[in-house]
């Protein structure tokens, strides 16, 4: 089983960036297809960004491209999500999730992912 632990979250003023990161633990991050989700109150947990294991391949919400990046340092065992021109409704708790899943390559849908983290919260202020 691997562990998740993100970090970076914080306030920030409409316009501005934020880097959030995402360690594993327990087993290689090489061996995880990744992604970030996130969670607005009041809100289900919605898809932002995907990775594949070798970051050949990634993928966006339509909400966040051209805004966000994801990337990956497999030898820091580290998958990364920049953030840049966020807007009051970027605002949530943002969580990291991992899928062992073979078939699994950058996906958006929830159920393929079997382990996530705890939650880091991002807050835009207008």
């Known amino acids: 089983q691997v562990q998740l632990v993100e970090s970076g979250g914080g306030l920030v003023q409409a316009g501005g960036s934020l880097g959030l990161s995402c360690t594993t633990s327990?087993?290689?991050?090489?061996?995880?297809?990744m992604g970030w989700f996130r969670q607005a109150p009041g809100k289900e947990r919605e898809f932002v960004a995907a990775i594949s294991r070798s970051a050949g391949n990634t993928y966006y919400a339509d909400s966040v491209k051209g805004r966000f990046t994801i990337s990956r340092d497999n030898a820091k065992n580290t998958v990364y999500l920049q953030m840049n021109s966020l807007k009051p409704e970027d605002t949530a708790v943002y969580y990291c999730a991992a899928s062992s899943r073979g078939w699994v390559s950058a996906s958006y849908r929830r159920d393929d992912y079997n382990s996530w983290g705890q939650g880091t919260q991002v807050t835009v202020s207008s």
């Open positions: 327990g087993r290689t991050a090489s061996s995880y297809a």
